[in-house]
Structure formats: structure tokens, C-alpha cells
């Protein structure tokens, strides 16, 4: 294993944030995968599973299994990791900008499709080499002020040159979910089976620049740009959220890695050939189709479902309580489907989302993340 430091510029004089990446394998061997924990820095499932995983690939190291090169960066977000108010991490939003810090990623697509044009052949292989130089020298040249573009930045550059990206997540209370888009849902549906995912939600634009599509979505915007020339979708990125914040333990960790090292056989990164994966838990779903489960009054918040429950179009999912006329609001579930992730807080507001249901319809528009 090799590790190396990335300086991330702190917030004022004084400061500076670094970025670890560990490498397992022979430097620049394919395919590569980078893996990522905690972009949301206080996202701990991830971080505990690459604790995991480092043991694990070191020790497959030290036995030649590595075929391919992996990346592992276990700690996504040292500026996020660092942000505490009044004894709470706050993780998921840049406190200087209000940013969140899986949003707002540079979209190089239409770059991209300037700057190699001119210069594509015939050979998909050749393309696929030029296009990853290509999209070093467009993250190079993006401008960064703050940390948090800083980070931004390093990151995406890391993760660019990847055959497969996998950024660790989770969610509030959940179970385990994967985002990716209809050009990956093929290479990763066997991740989501090893892991038994019960939501694989599917978008090719969801409209809030996360880092997942700012790595895969440039190669399937030039392949369309540029039809006749052969262009392979050259970073597959998926998002993985690995249950609630909660769920953290080494039973958890250990299981989410072996789910992992097992998919790293499937493409071939590591040597030697993984059980077959198990039958899905799920099918891919269009994210247009998962709806949020909105609140209309605040209250004391009790649900009637455990996040996993498969829910009917109007069918009640929480009671909200107001705790001084004692008035009682049921809130139904938005659609048929699969409530895949539910609030941490049992007091809400008027307008706050209290869940999420991966339902099969897709209807919405727009940006289809939460904040
Ligand atoms: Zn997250």
C-alpha cells in the first residue's frame, strides 16, 4: 500500500486540511476503482467499512491478488469532518457557504466535447486515454477559492481517472440504497445485489451536479455529442448509502466489505472468482419515481413503519401529533414502493420531509435529490 497526502487549503492563515489516499495494486494497473467514504464527512458507515477495507486489501496485497489498482480515500471531507456548532458535526453542508458538499460539482460534459473533438480516432482504447487526459486538465484549470472547492476539486481529479467510482454514503435512518444512471445501472447491479440494496434508483440528470455524475456523466455526454466515433462510458460512479447514521458496527462493516471486495472480483480488479451474487432485493427504479413523504404540520412524529416496509399509495406511514390541542395528522405514503430512508428527528416542521418511498412511476422533474 502507498499512501500520499493532498494539501487542502484551511479556511484563514494558519490552517490546512489534508486529504489521505491509499493505493493498493501497481500504480496506473486497470481496471482502477476509487472508493470514497464520508463526502458527507459525518456519514460514518462508509468510514467504518474502509477501515475494512484497507485490512482486507493490504492483506490481498501482500498475497498478489491485485489485478488492478485500488484507491481508497477513507476520509472524503477533513473541512467537513473539522465543522462542529455547539457539540454536533455538521458534515453534509459547507458552513462558509451553506453548500452541500455532494452538490455542485463541475459538469465538464460540454468542455470536454470541445476539447477532444478534433482529436478522437477510430480506437475506442486511444479515446478512452485521451479523454481521461483531457478531463485532468479541465478539473486542473477549474477554479477554487475556499476549501470546500478545494476538496471539490481534489477529489474529482482522483476519481476521474477511476474505471469505477463507489462513494460511500448514508442516509438519516435508512436501508441500504444505491444512485446511479441508466448508462451504469448494468456494471453496478450486482454491487446492489451483494449488498442487499432495496432501492436502486436511476437518473441520468438528477439535477443537484453530485459527485457520481460529474465523473460518469462527461463520457456519456461526449458519446452523444460525437456519435460516430467510438467512445466507452470510461467512469462508472455510483453512490452508495449504507444505511442510517446509526448503523455503524464491525458486523455491519465487515459484511458491507466483503459485498465490496466480492464486486472488485466481479470486474475483475481483484484476482480469483467471487460467489455468484445472490438474486436482487430489488430492481432498479427511475429516481423521478421515489417521492419524499412531505409534512403539512409540525408535531411529535411517530412512524408506523420501520424504514424496508413496502408501502401502499395512501397508506398511513407516520402520525404527527401537535402536543398541545392533542390533534392527531396521519400522513400517508406518496406512492406505492419501498420506504427506503426516513428522518432521525421525532419533532418536525411544517414542509419537512419525513421519508423517502422508491415507488416504480416516475413523475417528477426538476431536481430530484434533497437538499
Ligand atoms: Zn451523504
Given at each position: 500500500m502507498n499512501t500520499d497526502h493532498i494539501a487542502i487549503p484551511g479556511p484563514s492563515v494558519g490552517t490546512q486540511h489534508a486529504l489521505t489516499l491509499m493505493r493498493f495494486g501497481k500504480?496506473?494497473?486497470?481496471p482502477q476503482v476509487y472508493i470514497q467514504a464520508a463526502l458527507h464527512a459525518d456519514e460514518i458507515p462508509g468510514m467504518a467499512c474502509a477501515i475494512v477495507l484497507r485490512r482486507r486489501l493490504e492483506s490481498l496485497e501482500r498475497g498478489g491478488a491485485l489485478r488492478g489498482e485500488v484507491v481508497l480515500v477513507p476520509v472524503a471531507n477533513p473541512v467537513g469532518l473539522a465543522q462542529a456548532v455547539l457539540g454536533s458535526?455538521?458534515?453534509?453542508?459547507?458552513?462558509?457557504?451553506?453548500?452541500?458538499?455532494?452538490?455542485?460539482?463541475?459538469?465538464?460534459g460540454e468542455a470536454l466535447v470541445e476539447r477532444v473533438r478534433a482529436a478522437l480516432t477510430m480506437d475506442r482504447d486511444k479515446n478512452t486515454v485521451l479523454v481521461r487526459e483531457a478531463l485532468a486538465d479541465l478539473i486542473a484549470a477549474l477554479p477554487a477559492q475556499t476549501p470546500a472547492e478545494h476538496l471539490k476539486k481534489a477529489l474529482l481529479a482522483m476519481a476521474a481517472q477511476a474505471d469505477i467510482v463507489l462513494d460511500l454514503h448514508c442516509d438519516a435512518e435508512a436501508v441500504v440504497h444505491l444512485y446511479t444512471t441508466s448508462h451504469s445501472a448494468g456494471t453496478f447491479a450486482p454491487l446492489a445485489a451483494r449488498l442487499r440494496a432495496l432501492a436502486y434508483l436511476i437518473a441520468d440528470?438528477?439535477?443537484?451536479?453530485?459527485f457520481d455524475e460529474a465523473l460518469s456523466r462527461p463520457w456519456a455526454e461526449l458519446a452523444a455529442a460525437i456519435p460516430d466515433k467510438p467512445v466507452a462510458l470510461g467512469c462508472h460512479a455510483t453512490t452508495v448509502e449504507l444505511?442510517?447514521?446509526?448503523?455503524?458496527s464491525s458486523a455491519l462493516a465487515e459484511a458491507d466489505a466483503t459485498a465490496i471486495l466480492a464486486f472488485l472480483q466481479d470486474v475483475g480488479v481483484l484476482a480469483g472468482q467471487a460467489d455468484p451474487a445472490p438474486d436482487a432485493l430489488c430492481e432498479a427504479t427511475p429516481l423521478a419515481a421515489s417521492e419524499p413523504i412531505v409534512c403539512p404540520v409540525g408535531g411529535v412524529l411517530t412512524f408506523r413503519h420501520d424504514v424496508g416496509a413496502t408501502l401502499r399509495a395512501g397508506e398511513p406511514v407516520a402520525d404527527v401529533t401537535?402536543?398541545?390541542?392533542g390533534a392527531v395528522t396521519t400522513i400517508p405514503s406518496p406512492?406505492?414502493?419501498?420506504?427506503?430512508a426516513r428522518v432521525m428527528g421525532r419533532f418536525t416542521r411544517p414542509g419537512r420531509r419525513l421519508g423517502k418511498v422508491a415507488g416504480r412511476v416516475a413523475h417528477r422533474t426538476g431536481k430530484l435529490l434533497g437538499a
Open positions: 500504480t496506473g494497473a486497470r458535526e455538521i458534515g453534509r453542508f459547507d458552513l462558509a457557504s451553506g453548500v452541500n458538499f455532494n452538490r455542485e460539482h463541475a459538469a465538464l440528470v438528477s439535477g443537484g451536479d453530485p444505511r442510517g447514521q446509526n448503523d455503524v401537535d402536543p398541545i390541542s406512492c406505492d414502493g419501498v420506504l427506503f
